[in-house]
């Protein structure tokens, strides 16, 4: 039989056996048995374990680079079916391209599955996610990563690398920007929605996306705040705080798991089959497929753990990951290894098994092109409404750290000198991971927010400085901008790439001359009212700042319609609602900061903080500058007659606890009520205060309303070291907008 003959009749084959309509699925976690199984063995059957390899290797295209650069032959590799999937390939020419040498020029013809960093936003760029996790919104957060979903599917993306669900509680490690902070149950929540969003709750439609948790796990610990570095962290912490996002992700049924960078208690992630094996599988149940981060197979070696490229393959795989992102591991040593007898073909198969599961929950053996849509292209890519729901989004999360005097909202009244490097941005505005989104013009910035509201005639603009370098040339002009306005709005903060990955910085304020020019303006108009709109990637020492401005909006990078956004905060049209999802500490030396912290056995008295031989520095109090679940309103609201459902409750009951919220100030608004517990005492220490629940309701000025949360025994377990469980005892209990409080109420648990 010649060449061409035989490919035809394996190509009918193959045909037969994926012609079947694919079916939906829509089951919460990823089941064991699933309608296409049958399908999968079969296709299976007719594989050679080089092409079986072929699907645990993925290559980057020549898009954005994520990672060093690799040159590789990945046209060359796909032909011979050495490629199960590409990443950074974002345009319909491009996927298309590619899909057709898959499907066309190989034996089988086995479609290629395209990932990219959709993060927040694939062109309609949505606020960082820690930001977007400063809305405490669920919905919006699950609505924005839809709209994602829907613009990236146009182009053939069929996966996005997120959610990042890693917990951090250091500012000096770039990639906060992309979680969700530092809590583990608001983690775990905003896991959940991002999951929902990109995955829908039917995967063989083409605006839906399979997502993936990552980093597995404890990147957001990285010592010293330095990416990529070792992390060593006790059982507690592991179980009881970075691993629960993660669990909530496989709960909402999220189909992929990227390994992690860093090692863990020795063991790098990428090769660590406790984490992979033992809790991801054999704990978890989770029946996804796990891709390694770039290039993390080959690192074994640097990292003293393998002792050649060869051996880390081995390792990797035995420990549980599925596919290679750009090490060429996979693809150069996987089958010698299987002949030399050192992995067993099984792993391999359960490998491709999972890979190939994805590319039949997608659909892409009835159509490998079916998502690639030009005209949906043209139709979802900026959208209107994406556009609305950004600007939405971008209000939404910004944080009012401060105000002073009711310096905000703006009156439009009133003339503003618009000063620093930011007011004008649209390159920056994106913030970091910006996927396919445009930094050349299409981002509103703050100015042409502003502009919706005030006429040119009554805004002076002076940019003042650059965010980053020494040149104070600006300032003069800035300062006489300020004199001849009634109010000053500086806008300020990092440029996009100062947080993401590989992007730590040891020093946590402001970069450049910018507090300067702060300090500048402060002392040319003293009785002037100065507002400092903050974008950055992490919580920033804001301390200098703190007491030179009078009002502060924290608008984190606020994405494509980010400066409508801002400007509808600032001139009252959207009364703020956000709140701190991680800690804003007073300077660098107290990082890690965190709400939840132990007590110590000496902690410092409210009396006396200073008092000796407790736990405290000389310099610094141990109070942060803006706690975990602040921010502020226009209006103000009061929180009382809380009451519980009972003082006493059995390990079955259900405990209601309820407080009145009161808008007492003169604005309608949204509030965020926090309910906190702690744990008195415990088989091993529980922390201070524990996030158990939140709601965000609305009240018009003057309104009450009575919030309701309910607890069971279950929300209070905890991994004591040996095992999850719940300790009876007594807990107490409050219902607040921050979490800087002290408890008034308690129930026991018997
Ligand atoms: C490296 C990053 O750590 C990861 O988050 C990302 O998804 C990959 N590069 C792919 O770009």
């Known amino acids: ?32 048995d699933t309608p296409f199984d049958a399908k999968v063995d079969s296709l299976m059957n ?62 089988l013809g086995i479609p290629l599955l395209f990932g990219y ?10 606020p960082i996610n820690l930001g977007l996790a400063a809305s405490w919104d669920l919905e919006d957060i699950e609505k924005g990563s839809r709209i994602a979903a829907e613009e990236a599917s146009a182009v053939g993306i069929h996966w996005t690398f997120a959610p990042m669900v890693d917990i951090s509680r250091d500012p000096r490690w770039g990639r906060i920007s992309e979680g969700a902070g530092e809590d583990v149950y608001l983690g775990s929540e905003i896991a959940k929605a991002y999951v929902k969003g990109f995955q829908g709750d039917d995967l063989s439609k083409t605006n839906t996306i399979l997502a993936c948790a990552k980093h597995f796990v404890g990147y957001g610990a990285a010592q010293a705040g330095r990416d990529y570095h070792t992390v060593n962290m006790g059982m507690d912490e592991l179980r009881n705080v970075y691993l629960p996002p993660f669990e909530a992700a496989v709960d909402a049924g999220v189909e992929t798991f990227m390994t992690a960078f860093n090692e863990l208690n020795g063991v790098p992630a990428t090769a660590n089959k406790f984490l992979y094996r033992d809790i991801l599988r054999d704990e978890w149940g989770f029946n996804g497929f796990v891709v390694t981060d770039y290039t993390a197979i080959n690192e074994l070696v640097e990292h003293g753990f393998a002792e050649n490229e060869k051996h880390a393959t081995e390792l990797a795989i035995k420990a549980g990951i599925d596919q290679d992102m750009m090490s060429s591991a996979n693809r150069l040593y996987l089958e010698e290894l299987v002949n030399e007898g050192k992995v067993d073909e099984a792993l391999i198969n359960d490998a491709c098994r999972r890979i190939l599961l994805a590319k039949f929950k997608l659909g892409l053996f009835d159509d490998p092109y079916r998502y690639i849509d030009e005209q949906r292209e043209k139709d979802v890519i900026y959208k209107p409404e994406f556009l609305e729901a950004a600007r939405k989004s971008a209000a939404m999360c910004s ?7 009711k310096t905000l909202p703006l009156d439009k009244n009133q003339t503003i000198a618009l000063i620093g490097p930011l007011v004008k941005d649209k390159e920056n505005i994106l913030g970091n991971w910006g996927a396919a989104g445009d930094r050349t013009g299409k981002a509103i910035s703050v100015y042409e927010g502003v502009q919706e509201y005030l006429a040119d005639s009554k805004v002076a603009f002076a940019k003042g400085c650059e965010i980053e370098g020494d040149d104070t040339s600006g300032f003069t002009k800035a300062i006489n901008a300020a004199k001849t306005a009634d109010k000053v709005v500086m806008v300020m903060g990092e440029d996009y790439d100062m947080s993401g990955e590989a992007a730590s910085r040891t020093n946590i304020k402001l970069p450049g001359k910018q507090t300067d020019l702060i300090k500048a303006i402060r002392k040319a108009v003293p009785k002037k009212q100065i507002v400092l709109v903050l974008m950055n990637g992490r919580p920033l020492d804001l301390s200098e700042e703190d007491t030179l401005a009078d009002a502060i909006l924290e608008t984190w990078f606020p994405g494509t319609s980010g400066g409508y956004g801002v400007a509808d905060v600032l001139f009252g049209a959207y009364n703020p609602s956000a709140k ?25 008295p409210d009396h006396d903080p200073h008092e000796d031989y407790k736990s405290h520095y000389l310099d610094a109090p141990n109070t942060p500058l803006y706690p975990f679940g602040h921010g502020l309103s226009y209006t103000t609201f009061e929180y009382s007659d809380v009451e519980l459902s009972s003082e006493t409750i059995g390990f079955s009951d259900t405990l209601t606890a309820t407080a009145t919220i009161t808008n007492t100030g ?56 040996e095992e999850f469980r719940v300790e009876p005892g007594e807990f107490e209990i409050a219902i607040k907008g921050t979490s800087d409080f002290d408890f008034e109420h308690s129930f026991t648990l018997e």
Do not use: W
Request: some cysteine.
């Open 580 to 604: 701190l999802p991680v800690t804003f500490p007073r300077t660098l030396g107290q990082v890690p900061i965190y709400y939840n912290m132990k007590n110590t056995g000496r902690p410092i």
């Open 1 to 32: 039989m010649n060449k061409m003959l035989n490919k035809t009749i394996l190509f009918l084959l193959v045909i037969t056996v994926f012609s079947c309509k694919t079916e939906s699925n829509s089951s919460a976690k990823t089941s064991n």
């Open 117 to 126: 960093d959709v993060i927040h936003g694939f062109k309609t760029i949505f």
């Open 666 to 721: 003169d604005y309608d608004g949204y509030e965020i009520a926090q309910l906190y517990v702690h744990d008195k005492v415990g088989s091993i220490t529980r922390p201070v205060k524990e996030l158990k629940g939140f709601q965000k309701i609305f009240l018009k000025k003057g309104e009450s309303k009575t919030v309701s949360f309910k607890l069971t025994a279950k929300d209070l377990e905890f991994y004591n070291l």
């Open 46 to 107: 007719l594989m050679t374990l080089q092409e079986k390899i072929g699907q645990t290797v993925m290559y980057s295209g020549s898009g954005t680079i994520t990672g060093p650069t690799v040159n590789t032959n990945f046209r060359t590799y796909i032909k011979e079916a050495n490629v199960g999937a590409m990443l950074n390939v974002y345009s319909t020419k491009a996927t298309r391209d590619l899909q057709k040498l898959a499907v066309e020029e190989t034996r």
């Open 399 to 405: 944080v009012l750290l401060k105000n002073n005097d």
